[in-house]
């Protein structure tokens, strides 16, 4: 158990501080290495969840096969919902390392270990690339398209297929990078307390790390680095399944801020699911006295501002196709919005939109643990029903190679096999997650040793106040 | 985040109150340049209205030009105010503070000159109330409110009047200090707006919670005005090119871009002509050019949205639209100038730690940025309008007019002049954020070192 620095210094009861440097990289390994009964018990009930959604799976190859497309929408939905989160949320650790925010500390490694789920997603993207259409009509019927609309026009070598898959094992590794060069310095010091395997396994991760002054600036450069280069390519990354899985099986929808607008939904969720995971560490974790108040109330205002972008976002694209008043973009209004997909979008809207607008409105609710965490939860709901709505749309949509939207096409409604995917795959995400925090400390132990570094109190005018360095 | 020394109440006051208080050799001899300009602009766009439009590069059907692009251009600017005044605020961002105060003072300048320009732009400008206001009831002639054209005076008045709200209630703790220090008239008006402030705590309650109310308040204005200002282009389905959802993020992120670049040579401006190296550091200019690194991206990263999903939808007449902007001479070569200095150029220049702490170089980047921007409004405008018809006899170009020319140039002269006597009279630097800044500063000592730390107030 950590010494918290409330024993060595006057702070006042509601200010969060860290906790002393000494004693917390113990703590934490410790933790690691020996978890908590309920984290058994939720690694058995996640795992079960799993194998559900394996047998879904199969099910649903077994009856409809790989040659259309239709009976995978909920399959595609759980896929994008899970890789809008995962593939998001390394970024939230890159994004506030970057702007030098000390309440970031806590939650770096949480979003960090999301990178593990890199692979799920590679694993789930096969068979999605097994179901996407070829570029080229194999049979134009009509005044059908020859070659469908997509964002690889003409078609280079090998795409869709080739080009979309590396851009999936690409942000995985890419992931995975991050999480190993963060991870070294905290991998080398539980080394020196493991045993067995998990000491050869750590031995193996943290390589040659010695703590060096070199070996400190390699790595904050390497992060920054590889940090800038994976925002880069998860933009691309985003945009490709957006345009692909997405826009593309629609005829005739043409929408530039589609591609934006998937990217702030998956900031937004990403963080949400963050904050959610912190809100358990915290409240039956056993981390309390290592995740203050501070990062939920500091990362609240940014959910907010992610909420409110959201909302911007999808109002530009609606009064833009509204305000045209072409057939097309009418029926896609229709379809998504109003007719086919009314109900979802209306969950959309109210979870992802107006529920976390008013909670986190109020300062005094951003203020509580529990304020974005209950916003969070909200989100994360809207974000599946927006994945359901667009994917299960677009992979309901009628025929790829048309020119546009002349009908309106009904909605797609889940079968068994369906319910099985969408629940097991959510939960053999949070199956692996739960691993992967066996092998990795869940909160980043040399920041939150360094952010103990940084901080003293202070007395100033009538009161005593925190210190917060900021180094250049 | 703490360069340069440690600051004095005395010595922040004497120092940011003396172009109030001494008068620079240069300052009328600058003043008379710049007002022979705006002269020179007000009697050009009387001559225009005189003779009508005519005298300007306009046809059919380009009937929107130079005019309206630097409508766009000035609108863009006036977005760095509240981007670094009220974001950076609620940020709790230390670096803004010596970049608020002409931030939100360019603002209210460029805003005031984008109005200008739509307004010349009918050519009968006493007309433009037509499309405003309901004038004849018994004919049940009524301006078309869903139109954008009326949305846009709307919210530009609205930014306007809440930019000025927030500029003026951050001025009153300084203006106090100017009542304090001049005697006369001059101390008899700065009595009258400083509005009794005696600097008491409740005073200052109320100041902050009004900024930080106003800097919540203005954000959504903010987003929707240069958003109107894009539907003005995007709603239109007849012309290829505008047509485009992305288009008001996109004029969003692209306006703040172009703001923050001009905030940072105005302050590169004001430190070398006021000799404030102690307020405006050349860390605070490394800061933004931070800043402008992520904004720039983000902008480049919707023209590419807006660049892919143009050619995405492969419709006849928008490809030989796109063509034309991206194979034809000479919006080809334009087309390259401007990528290449709204982006790559400035972006590759602010990497660097030792470029973007080179002032000469800042300047350089932030001037390329705002070139480029022009030109990007420019390039979105006239290649769409010029093929706006189906039948290509009826295809147009467009070159402008030097009344056109003049009249852009003298807007830069007008904000300039307007920018040089608001100097003259109010502090371009908030006194009392810096001297907050300055009693926040502190350190912490880690190991041997020394590092630069701030109070926690919450």
């Known amino acids: ?472 | 985040m703490q360069e340069g020394r440690a600051l004095t109440p005395t010595q922040i006051n004497r120092d940011l109150l003396r172009p109030i208080l001494e008068q620079p050799k240069w300052f009328w001899p600058a003043v008379f340049v710049l007002s022979l300009i705006v002269l020179v602009g007000v009697s050009v766009a009387g001559y225009m209205i005189n003779r009508g439009l005519g005298v300007t590069g306009l046809n059919r059907p380009v009937a929107w030009a130079f005019m309206i692009t630097n409508f766009v251009f000035w609108i863009g600017i006036s977005h760095a105010g509240v981007m670094l005044s009220a974001i950076l605020r609620l940020a709790k961002a230390e670096w803004r503070r010596p970049a608020t105060r002409a931030a939100e003072v360019l603002t209210i300048f460029a805003l005031s000159t984008a109005l200008t320009m739509p307004i010349m732009h009918t050519g009968r400008p006493w007309r433009a109330i037509y499309w405003l206001f309901p004038y004849d009831f018994a004919r049940g002639v009524w301006p078309s409110v869903r139109s954008p054209l009326v949305w846009d005076p709307s919210a530009i008045m609205t930014y306007l009047t809440s930019s000025t709200l927030f500029v003026l209630i951050a001025l009153v703790p300084d203006i106090a200090v100017l009542r304090d220090h001049t005697t006369g008239v001059a101390h008899r008006i700065y009595s009258l707006l400083s509005l009794g402030w005696q600097g008491n705590a409740r005073q200052w309650k109320f100041q902050v919670v009004a900024g930080v109310l106003l800097s919540a308040l203005i954000l959504p204005v903010f987003v929707s005005v240069h958003s109107i200002v894009s539907w003005d282009f995007g709603m239109s389905v007849t012309v290829k090119a505008w047509h485009s959802t992305t288009f008001a993020p996109y004029f969003v992120i692209g306006a703040v871009h172009s703001g923050v670049s001009a905030v940072v040579f105005v302050m590169i401006i004001l430190r070398q002509i006021y000799g404030w190296q102690d307020y405006i550091r050349k860390e605070h200019i490394d800061a933004l050019g931070r800043l402008l690194i992520v904004v720039a991206t983000a902008w480049f990263y919707f023209l590419c949205m807006e660049i892919i999903f143009g050619i995405y939808g492969r419709e006849a007449d928008e490809l030989a639209m796109r063509e034309m902007q991206f194979l034809q001479y000479p919006w080809n070569v334009l087309m390259i100038i401007f990528a290449g200095i709204t982006y790559f150029l400035p972006v590759a220049l602010w990497l660097p730690r030792t470029f973007r702490r080179n002032l000469w170089i800042m300047s350089f980047a932030c001037i390329s940025v705002n070139v480029g921007m022009w030109l990007e409004r420019y390039l979105i405008i006239v290649p769409g309008l010029a093929r706006k018809q189906v039948f290509t006899f009826t295809w147009q170009t467009y070159m402008p007019s030097w009344v056109e020319l003049t009249l852009v140039l003298s807007t830069f002269g007008l904000v300039s002049l307007l920018l040089l006597l608001f100097s003259r009279v109010f502090p371009l630097i908030p006194l009392y954020d810096i001297k907050e800044g300055e009693f926040l500063r502190t350190s912490v000592q880690v190991g041997r070192r020394t590092v630069p730390a701030t109070i926690r107030e919450d």
């Open chain 1, 1 to 472: 158990m950590a010494e918290h620095a409330h024993h060595h210094q006057p702070y006042p009861d509601d200010m969060w501080v860290f906790p002393r440097r000494e004693t917390a990289a113990q703590d934490l390994v410790s933790r690691t290495i020996a978890p908590i009964s309920r984290y058994r018990i939720a690694l058995i009930i996640t795992g079960v969840l799993l194998a559900l959604g394996v047998v879904g799976f199969i099910a649903r190859a077994a009856t409809d096969g790989f040659d259309d497309h239709a009976p995978w929408g909920y399959y595609m939905a759980v896929f994008s919902f899970l890789f809008m989160i995962t593939g998001a949320a390394p970024l939230v650790a890159v994004g506030f390392r970057f702007t030098k925010s000390h309440w970031r500390r806590p939650l770096s490694r949480i979003s960090e270990l999301f990178a593990v789920l890199g692979v799920l997603n590679v694993l789930m993207f096969i068979p999605l690339l097994m179901v996407l259409p070829p570029l080229k009509n194999p049979e134009v019927v009509g005044h059908q398209l020859e070659i469908r609309r997509s964002i690889w026009f003409g078609g280079p070598i090998g795409s869709p297929y080739w080009w979309d898959m590396l851009g999936v094992v690409g942000l995985a590794v890419l992931g995975m990078a991050i999480l190993w060069l963060s991870a070294m310095p905290d991998l080398a010091g539980a080394k020196l307390t493991a045993t067995g395997f998990r000491r050869k396994l750590y031995g193996l991760l943290a390589g040659r790390w010695y703590g060096s002054k070199r070996q400190w600036n390699i790595q904050k450069a390497g992060l920054a680095m590889l940090g800038a280069f994976y925002f880069m390519f998860l933009l691309f990354v985003q945009f490709i399944v957006a345009s692909e899985f997405g826009m593309a099986l629609v005829p005739g929808w043409k929408d530039s801020i589609f591609p934006p607008l998937y990217t702030i939904v998956s900031f937004q969720s990403s963080l949400a699911t963050i904050l959610l995971v912190l809100f358990i560490l915290r409240k039956w974790g056993g981390y309390e006295q290592y995740i203050g108040v501070s990062p939920f109330w500091s990362a609240s205002k940014i959910l907010f501002a992610l909420t409110m972008l959201w909302t911007y976002h999808l109002w530009a694209f609606f009064i833009t196709f509204w305000y045209g008043r072409l057939q097309v973009e009418q029926n896609i209004l229709k379809y998504f919005l109003f007719e086919s997909y009314g109900w979802v979008f209306f969950v959309n809207v109210v979870f992802s939109f107006f529920t976390p607008f008013f909670i986190l409105l109020w300062n005094p609710v951003r203020k509580k643990a529990w304020g974005a965490p209950l916003a969070a939860c909200f989100i994360l709901v809207g974000t599946l029903a927006f994945n359901i709505r667009i994917f299960v749309g677009a992979f309901n949509a009628g025929h790829t190679f048309d020119h546009f939207l002349e009908t309106v096409p009904p909605p797609a409604w889940p079968d068994l096999w369906d319910i099985f995917m969408v629940g097991g795959f959510i939960g053999g995400a949070v199956f692996i997650y739960l691993l992967a925090a066996r092998v990795f400390p869940i909160l980043s132990v040399w920041e939150i040793k360094e952010g103990a570094l940084y901080q003293k109190m202070e007395n100033f005018m009538h009161g005593r106040y925190m210190v917060l360095a900021k180094p250049e």
